[in-house]
């Protein structure tokens, strides 16, 4: 609006505004704005682009407190003064509106994003901001009002800060609110500048930082993201600098004497373990520089720094480790477990790979319960395939497989329910691994997990088309092989709605469809207990399908409420023979009570074709009466009309004759229907019409018809 005013014109002005609202004359708006910010002078200028600084700067979105007490700091000041601190709404004054209180988030961000671009697009303006932003929050750590805090430990081990009235860590960072970010985010802005007053300020931070209440919360607010009651004791400098990777801070560090290389935290884990953890490689390099680094010690269950970089597949610390004579890369943990066995685990490909083609590791070493790199693959494989409905399986396992195959891996070995890899890379669709399973010979198919399912049947059921048609082109693979319940591959396809499968099943000329399990259940009566329409029909058009196969509680396939709520069941016409009309074998085939299906308009809809087992359903609810035709080959209607009486007390219809005495009436009942709908509905307009009062008129359309609501 500014901007807008500043115009000397009427028509200059709308041409300001017309740029704005286009978004062609923020930048100018926003330039007037922090010309006016910086006029302000003094330290209300000073606090205004402060504020636009830190809030367009931040490593995490800034709370009103968390600004106020970062402003309130002095640089070169030996203690932090809360006199010194600003109030929010002064801080946002001075920022001239460009600054302001998200509501929902409740914390600060800028006007508008386009500001945040306009900053990022003018770096002139704050040309030391993280330097800057790391040496207040060294300032605010170093202050002897922070220094005061002490670290304490309770008898279970856990950390105790108290300040003041503080019970615990929390009330602590209630009573400093800028001490979380500061902690948490010091070294972040110090890598994008490390200056001398910041080096000489970290340095005097990290010298005794195991005693620094910085060192609880930057466990339990930044490394382990909440869970710091559980703290870590022993934090050094080390392992802090090894934690943000600034090589220039720790360059120094390391040259000062009395600083322990190898020291460790209550969990025995090295700066050096540090850096490989958290993946600062700069550091990593540093730290084996040094002359008296350990890297191949003990951290802790008899593991190494290698072992814990091969199992987080830190690909770039592994090469490092193993450039070095003094690593052993078959090193055993306290279960003879090797850098290998842990990689495979986790599915690390590019550390396994870097593993194998050294000649001098060992594929095969066996833990004390037997287990190989390959059968821990194998079994995580598993393990990650039986959630594959909610998580995706990382591929890597994949090519993790191949390489320790080829090394001489057991492809055969069950886990403790019976099932081989080829089982899980089956259910799972892994059809790399599976072409490379039947094509080594030794793997067998037909192999059976304690249920007695086999692999074709769980890729049938996962819906796993490719790895079916894999399986399927063998020439020893049992398409009906049963298991222990009597299931059969189909009949998990039928079941879970795996249509491509079933089609594929289906084409085969020694698939049975009417197949039943223990409980008499057939893949029809799957299909239409789990409503499965796509395969009902796949099922349907053959004509060997039985939809009158009871199971165990005798129920048939037409019994199920999908059988009777779908608007189109039936035998395709296709190739199906259909009894004439006028027999007396349609005579019995014809429904005496009708409860659902498709009628519309007196005709049924082709290519389907009425069967005892086919119920109807008379599009657009109840009606007076209505008619169905009975269907031939042709797909044409003989036009054998029957009339339907509703039941007021069940609401079901009947046929109105003896579907015998029918006799031929016409090509087609559509006419006969539409002249009494149209008669009939006339009536009740004009009846509607008449009657005096709601009152009348429902009680002539019940006189009418009974079952009116």
């Given at each position: 609006?500014?901007?807008?005013l500043?115009?000397?014109?009427i028509h200059q002005?709308r041409q300001?505004?017309h740029?704005?609202?286009k ?8 330039d007037?704005?922090l ?8 330290s209300?200028s000073?606090l205004g ?7 367009s700067?931040?490593?995490?979105p800034?709370?009103?407190?968390d600004l106020?007490?970062?402003l309130?700091v002095?640089?070169?000041a030996?203690d ?13 004054g001075y920022t001239?509106?460009l600054?302001?209180?998200d509501?929902?988030?409740s914390?600060?961000?800028l006007?508008h994003?386009?500001?945040q671009?306009y900053?990022a697009?003018?770096p ?5 901001a993280h330097s800057m932003m ?5 300032t605010y ?5 922070i220094r ?13 800060i108290r ?6 860590p929390?009330?602590?960072l209630?009573?400093t609110?800028?001490l979380?970010y500061?902690t948490?985010?010091?070294?972040d802005?110090a890598t994008?500048?490390?200056t001398?007053p910041?080096?000489?300020?970290a340095l005097?931070?990290l010298?005794g930082?195991?005693?620094h ?10 490394i382990s993201?909440?869970y710091?009651?559980?703290?870590v004791?022993?934090i050094t400098g080390?392992?802090?600098i090894?934690?943000f ?5 720790a360059?120094?560090?390391l ?5 322990q ?12 373990m540090?850096a490989?953890?958290?993946e600062?490689i ?5 730290f ?7 890297p191949?010690t003990?951290i802790?269950d008899?593991?190494?720094v290698?072992s814990?970089a ?5 690909e770039?610390?592994v ?5 070095r004579?003094?690593i052993n890369p078959?090193?055993?943990?306290k279960n003879c477990?090797?850098?290998l066995?842990?990689?495979?685990e986790?599915?690390?490909?590019g ?9 001098d590791?060992?594929p095969?070493?066996s833990?004390?319960?037997?287990r190989?790199p390959?059968s ?5 494989f598993?393990e990650l395939?039986?959630?594959?409905d909610f998580?995706s399986?990382p591929?890597?396992?994949e090519g993790v497989?191949?390489q320790?195959l080829e ?10 329910n ?6 899980f890379?089956?259910g799972k669709g ?5 072409k490379?399973?039947?094509g080594?010979g030794d793997v067998d198919?037909?192999?059976s997990d304690?249920?007695?399912?086999t ?7 996962y819906g796993?088309?490719?790895v079916v ?8 693979v049992?398409?009906n092989?049963?298991?222990n319940?009597?299931?059969?591959p ?8 795996q249509e491509?499968v079933?089609?594929l ?5 020694d698939?049975?469809?009417?197949s039943?399990d ?16 796509g ?6 058009e053959r004509?060997?399908?039985n ?7 005798d129920q048939?396939?037409k019994?199920y ?9 039936g035998?395709?016409?296709s190739?199906s023979r259909?009894?004439d009309c006028?027999s007396?074998?349609a005579a019995d085939?014809?429904?005496t009570?009708?409860?659902g299906?498709?009628?519309s308009l007196?005709?049924?809809t082709?290519?389907?074709?009425l069967t005892?087992?086919?119920p109807l359903r008379?599009?657009g609810g109840?009606?007076l009466g209505?008619?169905i035709?009975c269907?031939v ?5 003989l036009?054998?009309p029957?009339r339907?009486?509703?039941?007021p007390q069940?609401?079901?219809y009947s046929?109105?004759d003896p579907?015998a005495a ?13 002249l009494?709908s149209l008669?009939l ?6 009846a509607l019409i008449?009657?005096d009062?709601?009152?009348d008129s429902l009680?002539?359309l019940q006189?009418?018809?009974p079952?009116?609501p």
């Amino acid at each position: 609006m500014d901007a807008v005013l500043a115009e000397a014109t009427i028509h200059q002005r709308r041409q300001a505004l017309h740029r704005i609202t286009k978004g062609l004359g923020l930048q100018d708006a926003y330039d007037t704005t922090l010309n006016r910010i910086r006029q302000q002078g003094g330290s209300k200028s000073r606090l205004g682009m402060d504020a636009l600084m830190w809030i367009s700067h931040c490593e995490r979105p800034l709370r009103s407190q968390d600004l106020c007490h970062a402003l309130g700091v002095e640089l070169g000041a030996e203690d932090f003064s809360i006199h010194n601190v600003p109030s929010i709404r002064t801080v946002l004054g001075y920022t001239l509106g460009l600054a302001i209180i998200d509501e929902k988030e409740s914390t600060l961000r800028l006007l508008h994003f386009t500001l945040q671009e306009y900053l990022a697009q003018n770096p002139t303006l704050f040309v030391t901001a993280h330097s800057m932003m790391a040496e207040i929050c060294l300032t605010y750590l170093n202050s002897r009002s922070i220094r005061a805090l002490r670290l304490n430990l309770d008898p279970h081990g856990r950390y105790s800060i108290r300040f003041l009235r503080s019970s615990g860590p929390d009330d602590a960072l209630r009573e400093t609110p800028f001490l979380e970010y500061a902690t948490c985010f010091w070294g972040d802005h110090a890598t994008s500048g490390v200056t001398e007053p910041v080096k000489s300020l970290a340095l005097r931070l990290l010298d005794g930082y195991e005693n620094h209440v910085s060192a609880a919360v930057l466990w339990g607010k930044r490394i382990s993201k909440g869970y710091w009651y559980d703290g870590v004791q022993g934090i050094t400098g080390l392992h802090c600098i090894a934690f943000f990777g600034i090589v220039e801070i720790a360059s120094t560090m390391l040259g000062r004497k009395g600083w322990q290389v190898n020291g460790r935290d209550s969990k025995s884990r090295t700066p050096l373990m540090w850096a490989v953890e958290y993946e600062n490689i700069r550091m990593v390099e540093l730290f084996l520089e040094q002359e008296d680094i350990e890297p191949d010690t003990v951290i802790k269950d008899g593991r190494t720094v290698f072992s814990f970089a091969a199992e987080l597949g830190n690909e770039d610390a592994v090469k490092l480790l193993l450039g070095r004579r003094d690593i052993n890369p078959n090193s055993k943990d306290k279960n003879c477990r090797t850098p290998l066995s842990f990689a495979a685990e986790r599915g690390q490909e590019g550390v396994v790979n870097l593993l194998l083609e050294r000649g001098d590791v060992d594929p095969n070493s066996s833990d004390h319960n037997g287990r190989t790199p390959f059968s821990f693959a194998a079994q995580r494989f598993r393990e990650l395939n039986s959630f594959q409905d909610f998580f995706s399986l990382p591929p890597r396992y994949e090519g993790v497989m191949k390489q320790l195959l080829e090394q001489g891996g057991d492809p055969n070995s069950p886990d403790s329910n019976g099932r081989t890899l080829l089982s899980f890379a089956a259910g799972k669709g892994g059809e790399g691994l599976v072409k490379l399973l039947l094509g080594r010979g030794d793997v067998d198919p037909n192999s059976s997990d304690s249920s007695g399912r086999t692999p074709l049947s769980f890729a049938a059921e996962y819906g796993q088309e490719t790895v079916v048609r894999l399986l399927l082109e063998l020439g020893d693979v049992d398409p009906n092989l049963s298991d222990n319940t009597g299931r059969t591959p189909l009949s998990f396809a039928a079941e879970y709605g795996q249509e491509d499968v079933v089609k594929l099943l289906l084409g085969r000329g020694d698939v049975d469809p009417n197949s039943s399990d223990n409980n008499g259940q057939t893949p029809l009566s799957r299909a239409t207990k789990w409503g499965q329409e796509g395969v009902l029909k796949l099922l349907l058009e053959r004509r060997d399908a039985n939809p009158d196969s009871p199971n165990s509680n005798d129920q048939k396939p037409k019994s199920y409420p999908i059988m009777k709520d779908r608007e189109v069941v039936g035998r395709s016409l296709s190739g199906s023979r259909i009894p004439d009309c006028e027999s007396s074998e349609a005579a019995d085939r014809i429904p005496t009570s009708v409860t659902g299906g498709n009628v519309s308009l007196g005709e049924v809809t082709d290519p389907f074709t009425l069967t005892e087992y086919s119920p109807l359903r008379i599009i657009g609810g109840p009606s007076l009466g209505a008619f169905i035709s009975c269907p031939v080959v042709s797909g044409t209607h003989l036009g054998h009309p029957l009339r339907l009486i509703q039941s007021p007390q069940d609401q079901s219809y009947s046929l109105s004759d003896p579907p015998a005495a029918i006799s031929t009436s016409g090509s087609s009942s559509a006419f006969p229907f539409f002249l009494r709908s149209l008669i009939l509905f006339t009536f009740l307009f004009l009846a509607l019409i008449i009657c005096d009062g709601y009152g009348d008129s429902l009680e002539l359309l019940q006189a009418i018809h009974p079952a009116w609501p």
